[in-house]
């Protein structure tokens, strides 16, 4: 269930790593496209987001609509037609929903909740972490206290407790999947911040009387950060399988607005009866979804670690 | 490092009250666990004997306080679906898991290192890139769905190995372990192989990152330059500096594998403590979960207290002193 | 150390080779969670079924529920208030010792007085009054008003030793105390994991076909199935439907089925004037709640095509439901007819009701109790949605939905009711009744639906020993329900179990899985 930092490495600071006619930003895309893969993985990373973005434009169903579908046209194989002869290329799940509509819509949910939990853990959980590290003592007692009641905690009685007083709904997945995630990048990032906080640049920020705000913010948190980011892509992409999990468990998502994961639990139960379209497209799409971002991830990484710098 | 072991055991009885209080409330936000047990037919009087016989009638605090008196002496109440201790059930579903887990471990590490070498000490090569996408797969695909697969292929295609259950158990030093029978093996290979796919991925990034990192280094070009045989650099040289982060970060996983094995315990049936914890869930036992959890919570803690101490041995500028946690 | 290790090693795997199962040894993948081998601990129809193999009881149930002999050889109501049960003679104990009355009234006393039950056998044995020791194989149970249904609740509990009267729970888990009068003795119990048994060669009855069994636990279904499909396991029950159209094909797997007791059925506030979950298009609030209008149930009932639902959802493992009980069980109606599927009379009907626009509901569902139950409540809502309610569905854990629903959290709900006793009344008085604490009527009426005529056919039924009156009463009472829309019958399920070739099962309309039922099959 956990991401951990990979490598945990101090961080020079930026001015210091561009050559001085190249602007770091410049620089950085040069780095950046140097590996083809990384560039795909980019290009996937854009269409995944403008297929989400555009879902209700390009999908031939609403599949949320109950109303449109019916459960005459349920199971249909990838380019059968339904009753009212609208082909469906990718089949239809149990409900009679367009596989094709389902995973376009599934994508937009997954993401959502991805990318919302994963920002929103990254920023809680970087911040508790920072300030654990950076006020040691009772602060940093307590935060790593909670972490460990945090980590300890399963995700899975967090998620019915959730379910049972917020009700189901996709922002109530987000708040169980930022608590559940929060913890990792505070640990992560305390580790870091650690060590740093002995370093000479902050010590000299120190003496220089600046807040304590402004020192963990603009100097500590920077070199904090390559670590973060890294951490940040695997995690967005665990997010969304951790999302899959939950539903499959019966405590995620509503069932009439499925999300990748949602979709694959559903069809889970059809593949020893040979439809294996119900999980098998949408397993696909959350492949490709999760690929791409770990490409762009792997080459961040690689880019932002100065001591791989050639 | 004596005040330091104090002041730790002292936030870890706060931590484990915290704990407690949280199930507490959590479980009676979730509903009344009669109402799950129970049997449909039984009228309005026999369910509330039913929740007066399990204490359920009480205020919340007060059932919480006389949790509390008990927990003292070391009774942490009897199981609401079972009938017999919390802790004995936990007790005896833990060989199962620690089984599982360690088996998990020795499989993500023994597979996990070597492949993570090589894709860090060839990075271009179409061997290093296949291995990182691999890895990709490893912490993408839902385990749930990963172990269907599994049994699919080699259970019920292949009829290599069998597809539920833990084999024949033997005791051993008071523990019934299923590893010292082959029986045992062939049941353990699947779910551990399942589970330990996400950390096998893990193992692989780390090492593999480390490789590179490491192999740019002034120490590995000093080694070379003495005239060092490659071989000897990196399995010896190379091999100790990557193996430090990974053990750290693997033993901070080891808690998660012990403590939530849920999926693959539900779906290989394996009757471990992630089976019992879902299963307790799903019935709202109350005294299997509080256990349950004032036990996991413990090992993080003792887990987080041994990395703690690791970070002042491997980095002398991290002192306990300073840390004061 | 090696060497002994691997001197260990060799030695298991012989014990384990010399323990390998032979020709008439049965395993059971079985789908629900066992929790204790106390026969008065926990009234679950998993725990009943497994204490089936150990124990025997007064009355026994045959795979369709009729009553047959099992330690009563007879029995008869010799006045209004006084049954007279015959006990069989030259019973024994898998220790040896014999059966009679005193290991009856053992175990009479003892239900009770298992305090920390969590669903009490005591539902079976609350009515009885008085017990007198006839003679030593004679026995009499008398109770305050009539009880024809005393011959049934005898079926429902197990019948223990007086021996171990006092026995705890623990004694019983650890095969001390489970020592009954069943075709099997327990061999060991390991908790939440398998039973293993042996045969009882002293059985009285018939000789069941195998001499080691073993139950495994296999909850999740497709592990279930897989297990099945690999050999691991013999037969398996509650097949997921999902799978059935494939293990019919299968040449090396049987599958053998029959309609249950079990009717899945949509539930409605009839009672208060605001429910929660009920508004207009809008999300404003209602008048009225029209759940209180029949028109507007009879409208939703017609709305919904139930066999579309059992073709499609139910993929043909149930049958489309017109009552509380499939016809063939005692006290149904012969009268009662499957709602036509009826769209636009539905609409009309709405209309007339002053819903013309239609409302706005949640239906409620547990997604993890009976099969298919979140994938039921789509297709309703789907049926719902086209005469213009709009139905949303919010499926969740049964953890969360049970306590909610008997809190009245909710205003239309999915449930499913198995009618232990095999007659109608069980679910006429848990669900229909109106809700009385003190007369223990209505305790699962989330809806709270009051009918007084309902009421009276039913206690008037529940006092008549006479079974063709009880049945007729029985009958009319289920049609005052049904007329009026006290609930919405969707479908009976049909119980699967799929078995190996080579092995087959007498399907139970009870959802039993029992060793005893499954026999070698003739090639």
Request: proline share 5%; with cysteine; glycine share 8%.
């Amino acid at each position: 269930m956990t991401v951990t930092t990979p490598d945990r490495v101090p961080a020079v600071e930026a001015e210091a790593a561009a050559p001085a006619v190249v602007s770091p930003l410049r620089r950085f895309w040069i780095d950046f496209r140097d590996s083809k893969v990384a560039v795909a993985g980019l290009a996937g990373c854009i269409l995944i987001v403008a297929l989400a973005l555009l879902a209700p434009f390009i999908s031939p169903q609403n599949p949320y609509d109950l109303a449109q579908l019916d459960i005459m046209d349920g199971r249909l194989e990838p380019g059968a037609a339904g009753m009212d002869g609208t082909i469906f290329w990718l089949g239809t799940d149990d409900q009679g929903r367009d596989m094709l509509s389902g995973i376009l819509y599934g994508i937009r949910i997954s993401l959502a909740v991805g990318v919302a939990s994963g920002v929103l853990a990254m920023a809680f959980g970087a911040s508790m972490g920072l300030l654990a590290a950076y006020f040691g003592g009772r602060v940093d007692t307590l935060i790593m206290r909670v972490v460990d009641l945090q980590l300890s905690f399963p995700a899975i009685l967090l998620a019915l407790i959730l379910v049972a007083v917020l009700g189901q709904g996709i922002d109530k997945i987000i708040i169980a999947l930022v608590a559940v995630q929060w913890a990792y990048y505070a640990r992560t990032i305390r580790g870091t911040a650690l060590v740093e906080r002995r370093k000479e640049y902050i010590e000299a920020a120190r003496c220089l009387a600046l807040g304590d705000a402004r020192v963990v913010f603009r100097h500590l948190l920077p070199n904090c950060l390559p670590p973060l980011i890294v951490v940040g892509t695997v995690q967005v992409a665990h997010a969304i399988a951790l999302e899959a999990t939950l539903s499959f468990l019966g405590i995620g998502l509503p069932i009439t607005e499925p999300s990748l994961g949602l979709l694959i639990a559903n069809g889970f139960e059809y593949m020893l009866s040979g439809k294996y379209w119900i999980s098998f497209f949408p397993g696909v799409a959350l492949l490709l979804t999760i690929v791409s971002i770990n490409l762009v991830g792997d080459q961040l990484r690689d880019v932002l670690n100065p001591r791989l710098q050639k | 490092m004596t005040v330091f072991l104090i002041r730790r055991l002292m936030q870890a009885v706060v931590v484990l009250f915290a704990m407690s209080l949280i199930v507490f409330v959590g479980v009676y936000a979730i509903g009344n666990p009669i109402d799950i047990l129970i049997s449909p037919e039984a009228d309005q009087l026999e369910r509330e004997r039913a929740i007066h016989a399990l204490g359920l009638d009480l205020p919340l605090w007060e059932q919480y306080f006389v949790f509390l008196q008990r927990a003292l002496t070391g009774d942490l109440g009897r199981s609401f679906a079972f009938g017999a201790p919390a802790l004995q059930i936990i007790v005896e579903r833990m060989p199962a898991t620690l089984e599982l887990a360690v088996a998990a471990m020795g499989i993500s590490i023994l597979v996990g290192i070597p492949l993570g070498m090589w894709a860090g000490f060839r990075p271009e090569s179409f061997g290093g890139r296949a291995i990182m996408a691999g890895s990709i797969l490893g912490f993408s695909l839902p385990t749930f769905w990963v172990g269907l697969m599994l049994i699919m292929v080699f259970a019920v295609h292949l009829g290599w190995l069998p597809s539920t259950g833990r084999g024949e158990t033997v005791e051993v030093l008071g523990l019934q372990l299923s590893i010292f029978t082959w029986n045992g093996w062939t049941h353990l290979l699947l779910p551990a192989f399942n589970l330990a796919l996400f950390k096998m991925a893990l193992v692989i990034r780390l090492t593999r990152a480390g490789m590179r990192e490491n192999l740019l280094m002034d120490y590995v070009k000093f080694a070379r330059a003495k005239g060092l045989s490659p071989g000897r650099v990196i399995f010896v040289h190379v091999l100790k500096n990557i193996m430090i982060p990974v053990v750290t970060i693997l033993g901070l996983e080891l808690g998660s594998v012990i403590a939530f094995a849920v999926v693959t315990e539900t779906i290989f049936s394996w009757p471990g403590m992630g089976k019992l914890i879902i299963d307790s869930i799903n019935q709202l036992d109350r005294p299997v979960i509080v256990a349950y959890l004032l036990i996991t919570v413990s090992m993080f803690i003792f887990i987080n207290f041994v990395v703690d101490i690791l970070y002042s041995v491997l980095d002398p500028r991290v002192r306990l002193k300073e840390m004061k946690s | 150390m090696s060497i002994f290790a691997r001197g260990a090693f060799v030695m298991v795997i012989s014990a384990v080779s010399a323990g390998t199962a032979g020709a008439a040894d049965l395993t059971i993948g079985l789908g629900g969670a066992v929790s204790a081998m106390d026969p008065h601990y926990h009234n679950v129809a998993t725990n009943n079924m497994v204490n089936r193999h150990i124990f025997g009881r007064l009355v026994d149930q045959d795979a369709k529920q009729t009553l047959m002999p099992d330690l009563a050889e007879s029995w008869k109501a010799i006045d209004d208030t006084t049954w007279e049960f015959k006990l069989r003679r030259g019973v024994k104990f898998h220790d040896g010792s014999d059966f009679d009355a005193k290991d009856v009234v053992a175990t009479l006393k003892r239900i009770p007085s298992v305090v920390n039950a969590p669903s009490s056998f005591r539902i079976f044995t609350g009515q009885i009054t008085e017990t007198v020791v006839v003679d030593s194989h004679t026995i009499r149970l008398k109770t305050a008003t009539p009880f024809p249904l005393m011959p049934v609740f005898m079926a429902g509990f197990a019948i223990i030793s007086d021996e171990f009267e006092t026995a705890t729970t623990d004694d019983f888990n650890s095969g001390k105390a489970a020592i009954g009068t069943g075709a099997y003795k327990l061999k060991q119990y390991v908790r939440g994991d398998r039973i293993e048994l042996t045969r009882y060669d002293g059985y009285a009855g018939t000789k069941p076909a195998w001499e080691n069994v073993t139950i495994k636990q296999v909850t999740n279904p497709a592990a279930r199935v897989a297990a099945l499909l690999s050999g691991d396991v013999q037969i398996i029950d509650q097949v997921p439907t999902a799978d059935l159209e494939r293990l019919k094909k299968d040449k090396k797997i049987g599958v053998s089925s029959v309609v249950s007791n079990r009717v899945i059925y949509l539930s409605m506030d009839t009672n208060r004037d605001q429910s929660p979950f009920v508004t207009a298009k809008d999300g404003k609030p209602l008048a009225k709640n029209p759940l209180k209008d029949v028109r507007v149930r009879k409208a939703m009932s017609m709305a919904i095509n139930r066999p579309a639902i059992v073709d499609r959802v139910m993929e043909k493992q149930a049958i489309p439901a017109a009552q509380f009980l499939p016809e063939t069980f005692f006290g149904t109606s012969k009268n009662l007819k499957v709602e036509k599927f009826d769209a636009e009379g539905a609409r009309k009907l709405l209309a007339e009701a002053g819903y013309k626009d239609g409302f706005a509901i949640t239906l409620h569902s547990p997604n993890d109790r009976y099969p298919n139950d979140e994938k039921i409540a789509q297709a309703v809502a789907q049926m719902l949605s086209r005469i213009g309610i709009q139905t949303k569905v919010e499926a969740i854990p049964f953890a969360t939905y049970s306590p909610r629903a008997t809190k009245l959290e909710f205003s239309f709900m999915l449930w499913g009711w198995g009618s232990g006793t095999g007659e109608v009344s069980s679910p006429l008085r848990s669900l229909v009744a109106t809700y009385d604490r003190e007369k223990g009527n209505g305790p699962s009426n989330r809806g709270r639906y009051s009918n007084p005529k309902v009421d009276e056919l039913l206690a008037t039924a529940l006092r008549t020993v006479d079974d063709a009156a009880r049945a007729k009463l029985l009958a009319e009472a289920s049609e005052a329900a049904i007329f009026d829309v006290a609930v919405i019958p969707l479908h009976y399920n049909i119980n699967n179990w799929a078995t190996r070739a080579g092995f087959s099962y007498e399907p139970r309309t009870d959802e039993s899985t029992l060793a005893m039922g499954v026999k070698a099959a003739k090639r």
